[in-house]
C-alpha cells in the first residue's frame, strides 16, 4: 500500500500509472471499508494527476459513499472542482478568442471587397 501511495504521488507520469495499475489489481482483495475508502482514495489521486478528472471524480464518490466526512477525499473533491471550472474558463476563453480572430479577418475581406468595388 505504501508502494502505490509513493506511486501515484509521483511525478512521473509512468510511477502514476504503474501505481494506478498496482492498485487495481489489489482492489478485489481489500477486506475491510478502510482498505476499499483508502484504495479508491488513491485511485482518484493518480487518475486526478493523469489528468483524467471524470474518473477520478466517480472513484472519490465511491469514497465519500464509504466514509462520507474524510477530509482528504473532500479536498480532494475540491481540487478537482476548482481545476474543472479553470479549465472550463480557459476553454471558453479560447473560444471566444478564436470566435473573435474569425470576426475580424471577416470583416477584413469583407471591407477589402467593398473598397475594390468602389473603385
Known amino acids: 500500500m505504501r508502494l502505490s501511495w509513493a506511486l ?55 469514497c465519500l459513499e464509504v466514509q462520507p466526512d474524510w477530509r482528504q477525499a473532500l479536498t480532494l473533491e475540491r481540487l478537482l472542482e476548482e481545476k474543472t471550472k479553470r479549465d472550463g474558463m480557459i476553454g471558453m476563453a479560447i473560444v471566444t478568442g478564436a470566435f473573435g480572430l474569425v470576426g475580424l479577418v471577416a470583416g477584413g475581406i469583407i471591407a477589402a471587397a467593398s473598397s475594390s468595388r468602389k473603385k
Open 8 to 62: 501515484v504521488h509521483s511525478r512521473q507520469p509512468e510511477d502514476v500509472n504503474r501505481g494506478i495499475g498496482m492498485l487495481e489489481a489489489s482492489f478485489g482483495k481489500s477486506n475491510s471499508p478502510l482498505q476499499t475508502r483508502e484504495k479508491l482514495y488513491l485511485l482518484a489521486v493518480g487518475h486526478y494527476r493523469n489528468g483524467d478528472y471524470t474518473r477520478s471524480r466517480e472513484l472519490l464518490e465511491r
